[in-house]
Nanobody
Framework: QVLLLESGGGLVQAGGSLRLSCAASGRTFNNYDMGWFRQAPGKEREFAAAINWSGDRTYYADSVKGRFTISRDNVQNTMYLQMNSLKPEDTAVYYC??????????????WGQGTQVTVSS
């Protein structure tokens, strides 16, 4: 069992930045690929970014590529999402997940509860 807890969400103006954190506990953190997903109001959940177990391979959705950076610290058992140049359309609940299926899909074994990000125009 892996427990995931997101933090760092909040309200930010368009063009601003936020850094999300995902703290993991339970089974060995660095065994798993991990990712960030998001769900905007009235929309389906979507993939945002993924990172492999060692942190040397990443993958991004086109909608966030060049603006968001995923990273992880396997000593601190924490994953991060640095979000820059935020847009109102980035407003969503952001979820971290571990033990991913095919990257870019919504398949993951463990999910956090989510943290709200709101970008005002």
């Amino acid at each position: 069992q892996v427990l995931l807890l997101e933090s760092g969400g909040g309200l930010v103006q368009a063009g601003g930045s936020l850094r999300l954190s995902c703290a993991a506990s339970g089974r060995t953190f660095n065994n798993y690929d991990m990712g960030w997903f998001r769900q905007a109001p009235g929309k389906e959940r979507e993939f945002a970014a993924a990172i492999n177990w060692s942190g040397d391979r990443t993958y991004y959705a086109d909608s966030v590529k060049g603006r968001f950076t995923i990273s992880r610290d396997n000593v601190q058992n924490t994953m991060y999402l640095q979000m820059n140049s935020l847009k109102p359309e980035d407003t969503a609940v952001y979820y971290c997940a571990a033990d991913l299926g095919k990257w870019g899909t919504l398949v993951a074994h463990y999910w956090g509860q989510g943290t709200q990000v709101t970008v005002s125009s």
